[in-house]
């Protein structure tokens, strides 16, 4: 089935630190969701990416898919405290399914 | 806050116990989704109902059964569980099948003793 590869699976940062997290594929993807879950909660939708090369920016998080739709990163700008949680990338299968990547978990030290 | 709204948020049941989830989606929605998720790992599916029906079904032990009584309602009963399906159940919705973008409530954490 289809499978998505996210690195790293943890990240520790100082506040004010980028922060990225790549999601890879060795098919090429027809999309690529991603998804924020906070420690305690449920995952909550941040954005889909559908074209090639496709860039797209939220405040200090910027999203970007591969120009061969393969693989995909999410990036933020200075981390704050808010942004600790695991952020997850899921794809669709032409079956319908949306799977996930195994989720990146930041923590941000004050 | 959530548009997808999941009862009960805990609970505790024996291996004997029968018990039913509860989810519930008012945005019009035409596909329903449950998923089970363990400690630091990520949602795994477990049914997928698209338009009402039953679409996928991940292989799942049918301890677990799934109901869509209606485009807005889900529930997964819950049937001689084990320990080990202790865990977080979301319920998800998304606009039409076929996943996407997908609206998770908020979990119910089920504990199995």
């Known amino acids: 089935g289809q499978q998505v590869m996210q690195i790293p699976q943890y990240q520790h940062v100082q506040e004010g630190e980028d922060f990225t997290t790549y999601c890879n594929s060795s098919?090429?993807?027809?999309?690529i969701q991603w998804y924020k879950q906070r420690p305690g909660g449920h995952p909550v939708f941040l954005i889909q990416l559908v074209k090639s090369g496709e860039v797209k920016k939220q405040k200090r998080l910027t999203f970007q898919f591969g120009e061969a739709k393969k693989n995909s990163s999410l990036h933020i700008t200075a981390t704050q405290t808010t942004d600790v949680g695991t952020y997850f990338c899921?794809?669709?299968?032409?079956?319908?399914?949306?799977?996930f990547g195994d989720g990146t978990t930041l923590t941000v030290k004050p | 806050d959530t548009e997808v709204t999941q009862t009960p948020k805990h609970l505790v049941m024996g291996m004997t116990n029968k018990k039913s989830l509860k989810c519930e989606q008012h945005m019009g929605h035409r596909a329903m989704y449950w998923y089970k998720q363990k400690a630091k790992k990520p949602p795994e599916l477990m049914f997928v109902?698209?338009?009402?029906?039953?679409?996928i079904n991940e292989s799942v032990p049918s301890r677990f059964s799934p109901e869509c009584p209606n485009s807005s309602l889900l529930n997964l009963h819950l049937h001689a569980l084990q320990p080990e399906d202790s865990a977080l159940y979301l319920c998800?919705?998304?606009?039409?099948?076929?996943?996407?973008?997908?609206?998770f409530g908020e979990g119910s954490r089920l504990t199995v003793l």
């Open positions: 098919t090429t993807l027809s999309n």
């Open positions: 998800a919705s998304s606009p039409q099948g076929g996943a996407g973008e997908l609206f």
């Open positions: 109902y698209s338009y009402e029906k039953l679409s």
């Open positions: 899921a794809v669709n299968t032409n079956a319908g399914k949306s799977t």
